[in-house]
Nanobody
Framework: QVQLVESGGGLVQAGGSLRLSCVAS????????MAWYRQAPGKQRELVAT???????RLVDSVKGRFTISRDSAENTLYLQMNNLKPEDTAVYYC???????????WGQGTQVTVSS
């Protein structure tokens, strides 16, 4: 069982920045890929960004140029740096990881991000 614990959410004005963190309970070398999802009220959960063990990243078009996904293997932590935030970025953000050996996916509890206009 992999535990993922997110932090870093909060209330910020449009144009501001936040950095989300997701600490894994085991080595992130065993988790590939890792990703951030978000779910706004009344909407389906959507994929925001992914990162592989090799460092390859992918971002949804709506956040390209504003968000950066990264990982620190020494700290077993996944990050999402969010700059120039917009009200439409308001959502609960979830960390996701797939364990390499079993293919099973794990989710964090979510962290709320609210962007005021």
């Amino acid at each position: 069982q992999v535990q993922l614990v997110e932090s870093g959410g909060g209330l910020v004005q449009a144009g501001g920045s936040l950095r989300l963190s997701c600490v894994a309970s085991e080595s992130i070398f065993r988790l590939n890929p890792m990703a951030w999802y978000r779910q706004a009220p009344g909407k389906q959960r959507e994929l925001v960004a992914t990162i592989s063990n090799g460092g390859s990243t992918r971002l949804v078009d709506s956040v390209k140029g504003r968000f950066t996904i990264s990982r620190d293997s020494a700290e077993n932590t996944l990050y999402l740096q969010m700059n120039n935030l917009k009200p439409e970025d308001t959502a609960v953000y979830y960390c996701n990881a797939r364990r390499v050996t079993t293919g099973r996916q794990y989710w964090g509890q979510g962290t709320q991000v609210t962007v005021s206009s």
